[in-house]
């Protein structure tokens, strides 16, 4: 069975600078899609980016980018120029195509310090 | 865009009592729909899950059902609620493959 782990139960970073939240999944397939989540304190889960496995290019959304090790099944979510609103649990998640069944992580909490 | 309402947004609930919490969605048509609970620090944990009217599959056997009487709405209910229901209930629609929440509801059972 897949399963996705996130071994950092908390992380912080001071504002300005850049942090690194892991992600680890452990599956059979060639083929999925690994996703990372925000939920800031409003409890409201926010796409922050997404990866197709077959793609070998690192997704990137402005100051959020991830660096993929498919070979490693390695998922990290790298924040650049951290910001106060950046502060939220952030959760990995893994689908296999042609499944509607999210594999979420536990999550990890940033803190961001002014 | 999509839109994705539940409600209530809290719920306070006495131990035995009935259930009944709304998703409905606006902006798309024939999504899947998702219910997830959330405990206090936990990751999520998917309950439901339904592709069409009518379609539902059951993820964690307890004492929670799904129903999806219309093409975009979403209902999670129970005969009788226990302690360990409390969390956070998270509705999601997706399509493709990504998925988008709604704002959640907080269930308290007392």
């Known amino acids: 069975a897949q399963t996705v782990t996130q071994s950092q139960p908390e992380m912080s970073v001071q504002e300005a600078e850049t942090v690194t939240l892991s992600c680890t999944y452990d599956?059979?397939?060639?083929?999925?899609?690994l996703f990372w989540y925000k939920q800031p304190p409003s409890r409201q889960m926010i796409l922050v980016i997404r990866q197709e496995a077959y793609k070998q290019q690192n997704a990137t959304e402005n100051r959020f980018s991830v660096n993929f090790q498919k070979a490693a099944k390695s998922f990290s979510l790298k924040i650049s120029d951290s910001q106060l609103g950046d502060a939220a649990m952030y959760f990995c998640a893994y689908l296999a195509p042609g499944t509607y069944k999210y594999i979420f992580g536990t999550g990890t909490r940033l803190k961001v310090l002014a | 865009s999509q839109t994705i309402h539940q409600w209530p947004a809290t719920l306070v609930q006495p131990v035995g009592s009935p259930l009944s919490l709304e998703c409905t969605v606006e902006?798309?048509?024939?999504?899947?729909l998702y219910w997830y609970r959330q405990a206090a620090g936990r990751g999520l944990q998917l309950l439901f899950y339904s592709v069409g009217i009518g379609q539902i599959s059951s993820e964690v056997p307890q004492n929670l059902s799904a129903s999806r009487p219309q093409d975009r709405q979403f209902i999670l209910s129970s005969k009788k609620l226990l302690l360990s229901d409390s969390g956070f209930y998270l509705c999601a629609q997706g399509q493709g493959y990504e998925q988008y929440f709604g704002p959640g509801t907080r269930l308290t059972v007392t």
């Open positions: 599956t059979s397939e060639s083929d999925y899609y």
């Open positions: 902006g798309t048509s024939n999504p899947n």
